[in-house]
T-cell receptor, first 113, second 112 residues
């Protein structure tokens, strides 16, 4: 199993550009999450999904959109990138919410200039 | 939402020393996990431990749910233990948001 795979690893965007961060998992997990980590800080939840076709907002959803058309994929869309979105983005998944460990991808480092 | 406080924020150890990291949380939880973020940024799950005690090699964790805290013990520390340790919890009561809330972490540096 590859686990949770995120692409790209690094990206530099100009202010106002858009992009999609890709996340796929091959563990047949039903729960998937997007977190962002600012320098020296903990992780904040952006969006999450409890299954295909179901998504919900986390703590910091503004400026982002998600979709979940399949169990495996959970892309994160940034529209009109802003410097405040400079961060490291982590995708994660788990099988069952309350008694399954959370598995993380290796992250995408995004810089908006 | 639920508050998660970790202490100490920073810790420097000599190789071979033992340490205890603490996580306090503000509400009852049905999910508590400890993670290690290595110097390359990778997040590794260490323990799923909403209550009780678990051990894995030199690491062990104890959660006292009734008193709303969890402890992570690192014995005979090694330089490879360096990084940031995060505690993350999910509230026991159904609040509609079904995801982990992270603390701000304890940054550990183990010196040779």
């Amino acid at each position: 199993n590859a686990g949770v795979t995120q692409t790209p690893k690094f990206r530099i965007l100009k202010i106002g550009q858009s992009m999609t961060l890709q996340c796929t998992q091959d563990m047949n997990h039903n729960y998937m999450y997007w977190y962002r980590q600012d320098p020296g800080m903990g992780l904040k939840l952006i969006y999450y999904s409890v299954g295909a076709g179901i998504t919900d907002k986390g703590e910091v959803p503004n400026g982002y959109n998600v979709s979940r058309s399949t169990t495996e994929d959970f892309p994160l869309r940034l529209e009109l990138a802003a410097p405040s979105q400079t961060s490291v983005y982590f995708c994660a998944s788990s099988y069952v919410r309350t008694n399954s460990p959370l598995h993380f991808g290796n992250g995408t480092r995004l810089t908006v200039t | 939402g639920i508050q998660v406080e970790q202490s100490p924020p920073d810790l420097i150890l000599q190789e071979g020393a033992n340490s205890t990291l603490r996580c306090n949380f503000s509400d009852s939880v049905n999910n508590l996990q400890w993670f290690h973020q290595n110097p390359w940024g990778q997040l590794i799950n260490l323990f799923y431990i909403p209550s009780g005690t678990k051990q894995n090699g030199r690491l062990s964790a104890t959660t006292v749910a009734t008193e709303r805290y969890s402890l992570l013990y690192i014995s005979s520390s090694q330089t490879t233990d360096s990084g940031v340790y995060f505690c993350a919890v999910e509230r026991g009561r159904d609040t509609g948001r079904r995801a982990l809330t992270f603390g701000s972490g304890t940054r550990l540096q183990v010196q040779p």
